[in-house]
């Protein structure tokens, strides 16, 4: 079965500086690969998705991630943060599960933006 | 597009009462799949419906069941409601559900007293 790991549970960043959230997941082949961004109350919004191709994905509101398969990992980054990016994010995978196939999420990563 | 639309945003109900939450996914999709998010558990899978059919299933007890009608719009019911049943129950719709990507609903926030 496919898991996810999001290793920073709360990341705090002062506005205008660079961000890179993390996300390691575990199965056997190239999964799909989403980042998601839920505001507080709010449902989740999809940022970004990989399925194949180019491993440098790029997303809405200025983000991009970077698929690396060495490292079964599909890291988050921004070049420079905003106030409004104050959220928690959710990296999630796609994959067949015993023949299900299904999207699992991680346990998000909760982002403060200082001014 | 609209997005996908969520009835009722919040409901407080009484342990013992039953619920049901409404789902209302993107025009032309026809698959809706319900999440249960808690601080405790995160976000946890209920089921998916694909053209009226239950296609998975999460690891949830009986009391929560769901349907989903020729319109694609589904329904959520939790019976015999407990306190740990209070949560946000957020709603997907996807074109071709499974493991791609799924568009999401406000949420209903269920608080159980």
């Known amino acids: 079965a496919q898991s996810v790991t999001q290793p920073d549970i709360h990341i705090t960043v002062s506005e205008g500086a660079s961000l890179e959230l993390r996300c390691n997941y575990s199965y056997g082949a190239t999964p799909y690969l989403f980042w998601y961004v839920q505001s507080p109350g709010q449902g989740l919004q999809l940022l970004l998705k990989y399925f194949s191709g180019d ?42 599960d015993f023949g299900n196939e299904k999207l699992t999420f991680g346990t998000g990563t909760r982002l403060t933006i200082i001014p | 597009k609209a997005g996908v639309t969520q009835t009722p945003r919040y409901l407080i109900k009484t342990r013992g009462q039953q619920v049901t939450l409404s789902c209302s996914p993107i025009s032309g999709h026809r698959s809706v799949s319900w999440y249960q998010q808690t601080p405790g558990q995160g976000l946890q899978f209920l089921f998916e419906y694909f053209s009226e059919t239950q296609r998975n299933k999460g690891n949830f007890p009986g009391r929560f069941s769901g349907r989903q009608f020729s319109n694609s719009r589904s329904e959520m019911n939790v019976s015999t409601l407990e306190l740990g049943d209070s949560a946000l129950y957020l709603c997907a719709s996807s074109s071709r559900g499974g493991h791609y990507e799924q568009y999401f609903g406000p949420g209903t926030r269920l608080t159980v007293t």
Do not use: M
């Open chain 1, 55 to 96: 491993t440098l994905v790029q997303g809405i509101k200025g983000f991009e991630a970077e698929f690396k398969r060495s490292q079964s990992s599909f890291n988050l980054r921004k070049p420079s943060v905003h106030w409004s990016d104050a959220a928690e994010y959710f990296c999630a995978v796609g994959a067949k």
